[in-house]
């Protein structure tokens, strides 16, 4: 019954060992039954923390344009190791980084530059920060953009 709530949980999309052993205890599995089914599950290849959490970061950076440190957080939330995140959050590289800041202040200046200039620097800023961009990142890439 556990491997089969496991299962049926990783339907919808990969999952975290972390997120799987707390969707079994919620579902009223004992923790020494949770953990032996995920161990056989991780076993078969079902589970692996380290492809869910290189997927995670890519598919976070791309589609929502989020900073390593935001991604650090969500994988750390969802249970991933930290020695995981340590590794998939390494091979971010800064370059990268603010590429994608760059790409998310373009997108976000070009609506509003008609706007007075006080007020797209802070919601440029704010889109910035919200993402987890360092200062010194918002302050390089608002620079190149001319805020």
């Not at 939330?77 to 340590?86: L, M, N, Q, R, T």
Request: charged share 30%.
């Amino acid at each position: 019954m556990a491997e089969t709530i496991a299962l049926v949980a990783l339907g919808p999309r990969a999952k975290s060992r972390g997120e799987l052993f707390a969707h079994l205890k919620r579902r009223g599995i004992a923790e020494e039954v949770a953990n032996a089914v995920l161990y056989r599950l991780q076993e078969q290849g079902h589970i692996n923390d380290e492809e869910f959490a290189r997927a995670w970061s890519q598919s976070r950076q791309r589609s929502k344009k989020l900073s390593k440190r935001v991604i650090a957080t969500q994988l750390r939330s969802k249970g991933v190791p930290a020695e995981i995140i340590e590794l998939v959050t390494s091979e971010i590289h800064p370059d990268d980084e603010y590429a994608l800041a760059l790409e998310l202040a373009t997108r976000k200046h070009r609506p509003i530059a008609h706007l007075d200039s006080e007020v797209i620097r802070r919601r440029v800023h704010g889109a910035l920060s919200r993402r987890g961009f360092s200062m010194s990142v918002i302050s390089a890439v608002m620079r190149e953009i001319g805020i």
